[in-house]
């Protein structure tokens, strides 16, 4: 059983670009949600995917969005990058919404600076 | 909009102490809590999860309780080590959602 693989796990941007993220969920899971972590702060909720539909958003703007696949693999899109984007962004995949909500299992992260 | 805090924010220690960390959270209305450590720069590895109708959870030295009505968690960690180390992030997820809420982490020193 594989577990949540993110990449790229490091990259610099410069403000005003765009950034795409990607993440493969674990073996049988079929939903995936994002967070963002900044530096000595918990993870915030970013949005949630469930079968290809987002079914859940935090408090960001719409320059994040994404996208889920048909195999459950999922992007995070970030337009317009301000320095405040500059954090650990956490993807995580469960097996739940339809017997209730599952286990989280997150990945190694993929560090985002902003220059 | 649900809330959870972490005492003590860091916390040091020498090696083979018993310790406890606490976690509260606002809104008793949960469908779970979790509990994760993060080494520095990594993504989050879970520890324990204790659903909302459990009272506590074990996994080797390493033991949480949930008090759900009064908004409480606590993880104890016995016979601490070096390898211990790191931050532990509590997280709860809310009753008709699947997402978790965190709080902002207690960082763990235990030194030899």
């Known amino acids: 059983e594989t577990g949540v693989t993110q990449s790229p796990t490091h990259l610099i941007k410069t403000r005003g670009q765009q950034v795409t993220l990607r993440c493969s969920s674990q073996s049988g899971h079929n939903t995936v949600s994002w967070y963002q972590q900044a530096l000595g702060q918990g993870p915030q909720f970013i949005f949630q995917?469930?079968?290809?539909?987002?079914?859940g958003r935090g408090n960001f703007p719409p320059r994040f969005s994404g996208l889920q696949f048909p195999n459950y693999s999922s992007e995070l899109n970030v337009n317009a990058l301000e320095l405040d984007d500059s954090a650990l962004y956490l993807c995580?995949?469960?097996?739940?919404?339809?017997?209730?909500?599952?286990?989280?299992?997150f990945g190694e992260g993929s560090r985002l600076t902003v220059l | 909009k649900q809330e959870v805090t972490q005492i003590p924010a860091a916390l040091s220690v020498p090696e083979g102490e018993n310790l406890v960390l606490n976690c509260s959270f606002t809104d008793s209305a949960i469908y779970n809590l979790q509990w994760f450590r993060q080494d520095p720069g990594k993504g989050l590895t879970s520890l324990l999860l204790?659903?909302?109708?459990?009272r506590e959870q074990t996994s080797g030295r390493l033991n949480a309780s949930l008090d759900k009505s009064s908004g409480r968690s606590t993880l104890y960690i016995a016979a601490s080590q070096p390898g211990d180390s790191a931050t532990y992030l509590c997280?709860?997820?809310?009753?008709?959602?699947?997402?978790?809420?965190f709080g902002k982490g207690t960082m763990l020193l235990v030194s030899p």
């Open positions: 997280a709860v997820m809310n009753s008709g959602y699947s997402t978790l809420t």
């Open positions: 995580a995949s469960s097996s739940g919404l339809a017997g209730g909500p599952g286990e989280l299992f």
């Open positions: 204790i659903q909302s109708s459990q």
């Open positions: 995917y469930y079968r290809e539909e987002e079914n």
